[in-house]
């Protein structure tokens, strides 16, 4: 048996409030620990250019002030039972989430549905949460790796929203305003556009019933949340170059590739942990293992619902950088060029199924996981269809997928002495 | 409020050949993690073969006369599980996670790894270039410089001042001989805990062990003195100030050194004056310095219990011209705490934070086997399930005590990271 094998799983609940708001209940009775997550269907994929930025920054005044409570009061609150409750945006939903002992649960679930219900966006907290936004952004600029990834982003994304960090830029933060946070706040916080997944030690009948308490009164408009459009993404690769004085030169390079709709996604997920996840994996054994020219050295390929990307990254000896460029492609691009051998493919799926299970561990990981399935589309079920995908992908389709989107990749190089390089 | 006492739910067993083990049964989970903890970390280390303890953590993972290079990892990650390794002063760990019912064929692998690492000399050549890599990498983070200068600062004499990465001069005159030397000297039974956590009753899991662990290298005759060196208290402000390319926003950093392992009431009530002061926006000086008067960008605070002498940071993000400012009304915060009792609500509400989070973080077989190892090496497994009734027992006279003791205004020391331009 390997971790992929069905294994015991804590009983999973799913239902729909009156007022559209879905309902998951993951009963784990193991700790006394209850983790509770909102997710909202709208992110950073929803801002126009001008208001890039906008949901990062709803999301933090969230917990700034309601019709009821200050930011302090919000703190005390929370700080005072030693719970812990978050936000954020990321581009395809926005996340409020709790995690308490479970005699606390009550209370603060309460208090995160007056949150997301009755936000005050205080003119005070606003600009100060603006003018950390624009501080953090600063803070990007002193990491090589971010620096070189958000080009490679805008490169690759042109207009369309995925192309800026979540938290926007200089410009677009500048002109945010509390009214366009209430616009936004107002069109997408609805109950049937959220998802609600509480798991741990609670059993699904008060978990519905407080969830019933807190948030069944809340009602939707009766106007439709606004269908989104994306802009097209630029088709021509190109090469960017980033001089910096820095120890280290950052590769990063990315293949255009689609959306977790797609037939592909599987594929790609797969191939994906065959180039880039742990000390096994390919990237990691020719690169650093056998050529010693990278510390760091992987591959991922995020979920999206829209276009995604295939990326690769690594930091190398400034005179490494044009092998290290070169030894990335190909071991990428053979994919397209010469089919996983029977055992790799096997391996890969192993590993890959192993390495999925291990990230469900944890009561938020898990409720974290399923909600986020629901954001998609994908229902629940998905936990499970995509398993079985995965082990039914044959190394001709891998070949084909490999093929088909591992020819031309965007890329960037940060380094120094990047004239001779 | 409710106060339970947590008994350890582990076993610590000590093998005939003094090997100590470390093990829970957690009946729910398919998952095993075993790791494998050495008093072996950069304090051990002659002060001339400076980042040798880390670089033979990479090493170790390059086989053995049975293992060939990468194979551990291959059969691992295959498995549909993973491993890694971390060095720091006080250990050196290696640790897996995989499927129950695959520990009794994987465990023999990660211990003859550990025991036996053959350290061949074109591997030993080959993979010094990834920790040059490393090395490279972390100068280019302005945290990690930051912090290795802060260090220096507060352990002069000690090889806690001293950067467990090495630095490329030194590691370019180390042989493999002297690595191997270095290795069995310090990879015997009575400096080593195995803790394995999750799916695996006792009895069968101790005879794993046993078995696995038996055969231990032959310790050198000769190897060089080690000498930790000593820590001394010192009286006044130790303040050095650095120039940063590419630096955004200034940090500063202020330090104190904090009660050692065998004060561990003490240790804990650092913890809880680190929550009151910077933990949660309704900590004092988060409130005041980052919400009210806007001063910093963000402040967190940080208590390490180390073997020899643990250290308190409070870390401070925030444009140039306010360093000064910063430094002296954290400074008269402090006063004020040395003469005036904390408010019981306060102290609480600290309490509260670091016991659930205590609970939370002891949720999954990777984070019990963490805790379990890390106390194992510092003090004793055991001792860390103490930690929620050593938190709740602290009182206001304690913590104005150990503000007197160990928070002196007077004494302590502060690195300022400042832009070059």
Same mark, same amino acid.
């Given at each position: 048996?390997?971790?992929?094998?069905?294994?015991?799983?804590?009983?999973?609940?799913?239902?729909?409030?009156?007022?559209?708001?879905?309902? /998951? $209940?993951?009963?784990?009775? *193991?700790?006394?620990?209850?983790? =509770?997550? !909102?997710?909202?269907? &709208?992110?950073?994929? +929803?801002?126009?250019?001008?208001?890039?930025?906008?949901?990062?920054?709803?999301?933090?005044?969230?917990?700034?002030?309601?019709?009821?409570?200050?930011?302090?009061?919000?703190?005390?609150?929370?700080?005072?039972?030693?719970?812990?409750?978050?936000?954020?945006?990321?581009?395809?939903?926005? /996340? $409020?989430?709790?995690?308490? *002992?479970?005699?606390?649960?009550? =209370?603060? !679930?309460?208090?995160? &549905?007056?949150?997301? +219900?009755?936000?005050?966006?205080?003119?005070?907290?606003?600009?100060?949460?603006?003018?950390?936004?624009?501080?953090?952004?600063?803070?990007?600029?002193?990491?090589?790796?971010?620096?070189?990834?958000?080009?490679?982003?805008?490169?690759?994304?042109?207009?369309?929203?995925?192309?800026?960090?979540?938290?926007?830029?200089?410009?677009?933060?500048?002109?945010?305003?509390?009214?366009?946070?209430?616009? &936004?706040?107002?069109?997408?916080?609805?109950?049937?556009?959220?998802?609600?997944?509480?798991?741990?030690?609670?059993?699904?009948?008060?978990?519905?019933?407080?969830?019933?308490?807190?948030?069944?009164?809340?009602?939707?408009?009766?106007?439709?949340?606004?269908?989104?459009?994306?802009?097209?993404?630029?088709?021509?690769?190109?090469?960017?170059?980033?001089?910096?004085?820095?120890?280290?030169?950052?590769?990063?390079?990315?293949?255009?590739?689609?959306?977790?709709?797609?037939?592909?996604?599987?594929?790609?997920?797969?191939?994906?942990?065959?180039?880039?996840?742990?000390?096994?994996?390919?990237?990691?054994?020719?690169?650093?293992?056998?050529?010693?020219?990278?510390?760091?050295?992987?591959?991922?390929?995020?979920?999206?619902?829209?276009?995604?990307?295939?990326?690769?990254?690594?930091?190398?000896?400034?005179?490494?950088?044009?092998?290290?460029?070169?030894?990335?492609?190909?071991?990428?691009?053979?994919?397209?060029?010469?089919?996983?051998?029977?055992?790799?493919?096997?391996?890969?799926?192993?590993?890959?199924?192993?390495?999925?299970?291990?990230?469900?561990?944890?009561?938020?990981?898990?409720?974290?996981?399923?909600?986020?399935?629901?954001?998609?589309?994908?229902?629940?079920?998905?936990?499970?269809?995509?398993?079985?995908?995965?082990?039914?992908?044959?190394?001709?389709?891998?070949?084909?997928?490999?093929?088909?989107?591992?020819?031309?990749?965007?890329?960037?190089?940060?380094?120094?002495?990047?004239?001779?390089? | 409020?409710?106060?339970?006492?947590?008994?350890?739910?582990?076993?610590?067993?000590?093998?005939?050949?003094?090997?100590?083990?470390?093990?829970?049964?957690?009946?729910?989970?398919?998952?095993?993690?075993?790791?494998?903890?050495?008093?072996?970390?950069?304090?051990?280390?002659?002060?001339?073969?400076?980042?040798?303890?880390?670089?033979?953590?990479?090493?170790?993972?390059?086989?053995?006369?049975?293992?060939?290079?990468?194979?551990?990892?291959?059969?691992?990650?295959?498995?549909?599980?993973?491993?890694?390794?971390?060095?720091?002063?006080?250990?050196?760990?290696?640790?897996?996670?995989?499927?129950?019912?695959?520990?009794?064929?994987?465990?023999?692998?990660?211990?003859?790894?550990?025991?036996?690492?053959?350290?061949?000399?074109?591997?030993?050549?080959?993979?010094?270039?990834?920790?040059?890599?490393?090395?490279?990498?972390?100068?280019?983070?302005?945290?990690?410089?930051?912090?290795?200068?802060?260090?220096?600062?507060?352990?002069?004499?000690?090889?806690?001042?001293?950067?467990?990465?090495?630095?490329?001069?030194?590691?370019?005159?180390?042989?493999?001989?002297?690595?191997?030397?270095?290795?069995?000297?310090?990879?015997?039974?009575?400096?080593?805990?195995?803790?394995?956590?999750?799916?695996?009753?006792?009895?069968?899991?101790?005879?794993?062990?046993?078995?696995?662990?038996?055969?231990?290298?032959?310790?050198?005759?000769?190897?060089?003195?080690?000498?930790?060196?000593?820590?001394?208290?010192?009286?006044?402000?130790?303040?050095?100030?650095?120039?940063?390319?590419?630096?955004?926003?200034?940090?500063?950093?202020?330090?104190?050194?904090?009660?050692?392992?065998?004060?561990?009431?003490?240790?804990?009530?650092?913890?809880?004056?680190?929550?009151?002061?910077?933990?949660?926006?309704?900590?004092?000086?988060?409130?005041?310095?980052?919400?009210?008067?806007?001063?910093?960008?963000?402040?967190?605070?940080?208590?390490?219990?180390?073997?020899?002498?643990?250290?308190?940071?409070?870390?401070?993000?925030?444009?140039?011209?306010?360093?000064?400012?910063?430094?002296?009304?954290?400074?008269?915060?402090?006063?004020?705490?040395?003469?005036?009792?904390?408010?019981?609500?306060?102290?609480?509400?600290?309490?509260?934070?670091?016991?659930?989070?205590?609970?939370?973080?002891?949720?999954?077989?990777?984070?019990?086997?963490?805790?379990?190892?890390?106390?194992?090496?510092?003090?004793?497994?055991?001792?860390?399930?103490?930690?929620?009734?050593?938190?709740?027992?602290?009182?206001?006279?304690?913590?104005?005590?150990?503000?007197?003791?160990?928070?002196?205004?007077?004494?302590?020391?502060?690195?300022?990271?400042?832009?070059?331009?």
């Amino acid at each position: 048996m390997t971790l992929s094998s069905p294994t015991k799983r804590p009983a999973l609940h799913r239902t729909v409030l009156g007022n559209g708001l879905t309902v /998951l $209940v993951i009963e784990n009775a *193991v700790a006394d620990i209850v983790s =509770a997550r !909102l997710l909202i269907k &709208a992110g950073t994929g +929803r801002e126009a250019r001008s208001q890039a930025g906008l949901f990062s920054l709803l999301a933090s005044l969230l917990t700034k002030g309601t019709r009821h409570f200050s930011s302090m009061d919000i703190a005390e609150q929370v700080e005072s039972v030693g719970a812990s409750v978050g936000t954020d945006a990321s581009v395809d939903y926005s /996340l $409020v989430s709790l995690k308490t *002992v479970t005699a606390d649960f009550e =209370a603060i !679930l309460a208090l995160v &549905a007056e949150m997301v +219900r009755y936000p005050s966006f205080p003119e005070a907290e606003f600009d100060l949460e603006r003018h950390l936004t624009l501080q953090s952004l600063r803070s990007m600029k002193e990491q090589p790796f971010t620096l070189a990834f958000n080009a490679l982003r805008a490169a690759m994304y042109g207009e369309h929203p995925y192309g800026l960090p979540g938290i926007g830029t200089e410009e677009s933060v500048a002109n945010l305003t509390r009214d366009d946070l209430e616009q &936004a706040h107002q069109t997408f916080f609805r109950p049937d556009n959220c998802i609600m997944v509480v798991s741990g030690r609670i059993q699904p009948e008060p978990a519905i019933a407080l969830t019933e308490r807190y948030l069944g009164d809340w009602t939707a408009p009766d106007t439709a949340i606004p269908a989104t459009r994306y802009p097209p993404v630029p088709t021509t690769a190109t090469h960017v170059v980033i001089p910096q004085p820095t120890n280290q030169s950052i590769l990063v390079l990315g293949y255009p590739t689609p959306a977790v709709h797609d037939p592909a996604y599987a594929v790609l997920k797969l191939l994906s942990t065959y180039l880039g996840n742990g000390l096994s994996s390919r990237l990691f054994v020719e690169l650093r293992e056998k050529r010693g020219l990278a510390y760091d050295v992987s591959a991922f390929y995020p979920t999206r619902l829209s276009h995604s990307q295939f990326v690769a990254h690594m930091g190398t000896a400034p005179e490494n950088q044009a092998i290290a460029l070169q030894g990335l492609r190909n071991e990428i691009e053979r994919l397209g060029q010469e089919p996983l051998t029977k055992d790799e493919l096997e391996a890969t799926k192993n590993k890959l199924l192993g390495q999925y299970a291990l990230g469900k561990q944890t009561n938020a990981q898990l409720g974290q996981l399923l909600g986020w399935y629901e954001v998609l589309g994908l229902g629940v079920e998905f936990d499970q269809v995509f398993q079985d995908t995965i082990r039914s992908i044959t190394a001709d389709q891998a070949l084909a997928v490999g093929k088909r989107y591992f020819r031309d990749p965007f890329t960037v190089v940060l380094g120094p002495d990047l004239a001779n390089g | 409020m409710t106060t339970t006492t947590l008994t350890f739910p582990g076993t610590v067993h000590q093998l005939e050949n003094g090997l100590t083990v470390v093990h829970q049964h957690m009946p729910a989970t398919p998952v095993v993690v075993a790791d494998v903890w050495v008093d072996a970390g950069a304090a051990q280390e002659p002060l001339e073969w400076l980042g040798m303890a880390h670089f033979l953590e990479h090493m170790v993972f390059k086989g053995t006369e049975r293992l060939l290079p990468g194979m551990f990892d291959h059969t691992i990650e295959t498995q549909g599980g993973f491993s890694n390794a971390a060095t720091s002063h006080d250990y050196a760990h290696f640790y897996m996670a995989v499927a129950a019912d695959a520990l009794p064929t994987t465990l023999p692998h990660l211990a003859d790894l550990v025991l036996h690492a053959a350290i061949p000399a074109d591997e030993f050549v080959r993979e010094r270039q990834v920790v040059l890599e490393e090395i490279r990498q972390a100068h280019d983070d302005p945290d990690w410089v930051g912090f290795q200068a802060l260090s220096e600062q507060v352990f002069p004499d000690h090889a806690y001042g001293r950067p467990v990465l090495g630095t490329a001069e030194i590691l370019a005159q180390r042989s493999p001989e002297e690595m191997r030397s270095f290795h069995q000297r310090h990879y015997q039974p009575d400096n080593m805990t195995v803790v394995i956590a999750g799916g695996t009753p006792l009895e069968p899991t101790l005879d794993m062990v046993r078995h696995a662990f038996r055969a231990f290298p032959t310790p050198p005759t000769t190897t060089p003195a080690v000498v930790p060196g000593k820590v001394d208290s010192w009286w006044g402000v130790r303040r050095q100030v650095l120039r940063i390319p590419r630096l955004e926003h200034a940090r500063l950093t202020m330090a104190w050194l904090g009660p050692g392992i065998d004060d561990l009431d003490a240790a804990c009530g650092m913890d809880i004056l680190s929550a009151l002061l910077a933990e949660g926006r309704s900590a004092r000086l988060v409130r005041e310095l980052r919400e009210e008067r806007q001063w910093v960008l963000d402040i967190s605070s940080s208590f390490s219990l180390q073997r020899d002498c643990s250290l308190f940071t409070l870390q401070a993000w925030l444009a140039p011209d306010a360093v000064d400012a910063v430094e002296a009304l954290i400074c008269e915060r402090l006063s004020t705490l040395a003469v005036q009792t904390v408010p019981t609500a306060e102290l609480e509400r600290a309490k509260r934070l670091l016991t659930n989070d205590f609970a939370f973080s002891t949720e999954t077989p990777g984070q019990l086997a963490g805790l379990y190892g890390y106390y194992s090496v510092v003090a004793n497994a055991a001792d860390s399930y103490s930690y929620p009734d050593r938190i709740r027992a602290h009182t206001p006279a304690s913590i104005t005590s150990l503000v007197q003791t160990y928070l002196s205004t007077n004494a302590y020391a502060s690195t300022v990271l400042l832009p070059t331009t």
